[in-house]
């Protein structure tokens, strides 16, 4: 079967760093996405890992172990526009390619 | 910056009533998708589309659902009879390449469906 698991929610402070852990379980793994969504409105990307290792794009880094099925997102110098949920979403080789998506990770920034 | 424009922006429906919802992709995308995500819970695949035909669809996509490109812009999903539990907002995508090999999916701001 297919999993992926994402914490409900976090809070972190403004100027500080926090990571968003994603665990998955699919038979046939072919890439990982994180995505940023404000409420209300469509996801944007952020970021897509294949390989095992640091994806470093400015103040957003992600984080890939295919061994372990894990995954992290890494928000640095926080800012209060980056409250969103963040998605963390894998493609499923064994579904044909689909795209399947964790529930999402609500980030809260407190002043 | 090219975007993904989704009409309309929220549609009040009653049950049993048909729905279409429009969709206009990148002009130079070749992968078309709907998305749907009912309130406060996660982004459920429906249908991917590619060289005007589906190529893949989930569980959730059965005959009460299609999806057409009448045109070379357009790309709509429509709903023959709507039941309550369709309430949610949908989301167009468009991507260049297949997602599977990098392809970053374009969202659009999405069609909010209310079924009464």
């Known amino acids: 079967g297919q999993n992926i698991d994402q914490p409900t929610e976090m809070t972190a402070t403004e100027g500080a760093i926090v990571q968003i852990n994603c665990t998955y379980q699919?038979?046939?793994?072919?890439?990982l996405f994180w995505y940023q969504q404000h409420a209300g409105e469509a996801p944007t990307f952020l970021s897509y890992?294949?390989l095992d290792g640091l994806e470093e794009k400015g103040r957003f880094s992600s984080f890939l172990s295919r061994s372990k099925g894990y995954s992290y997102l890494l928000l640095k110098e926080l800012q209060m526009k980056d409250s969103a949920s963040y998605l963390c979403?894998?493609?499923?080789?064994?579904?044909?390619?689909?795209?399947?998506w964790g529930a999402g990770t609500k980030l809260i920034i407190k002043p | 910056e090219p975007e993904v424009t989704q009409t309309p922006s929220h549609q009040v429906t009653q049950m049993g009533q048909e729905v279409i919802l429009r969709c206009v992709p990148i002009?130079?995308?070749?992968?078309f998708y709907w998305y749907r995500q009912i309130l406060g819970q996660k982004v459920e695949f429906l249908v991917s589309?590619?060289?005007?035909?589906?190529?893949?669809k989930s569980e959730i996509f059965d005959d009460q659902f299609s999806v057409e490109r009448p045109d070379g812009s357009n790309f709509t999903l429509k709903i023959r009879s709507t039941k309550l539990e369709d309430s949610a907002m949908y989301f167009c995508?468009?991507?260049?390449?297949?997602?599977?090999?990098?392809?970053?999916?374009?969202f659009g701001e999405g069609s909010r469906l209310t079924v009464l």
């Open positions: 979403a894998v493609i499923d080789m064994d579904s044909n390619y689909q795209l399947i």
């Open positions: 589309f590619y060289n005007n035909e589906i190529s893949e």
């Open positions: 699919t038979s046939g793994f072919n890439g």
């Open positions: 890992n294949v």
């Open positions: 002009s130079n995308h070749l992968y």
């Open positions: 995508a468009s991507s260049g390449a297949p997602h599977a090999n990098t392809g970053e999916l374009f």
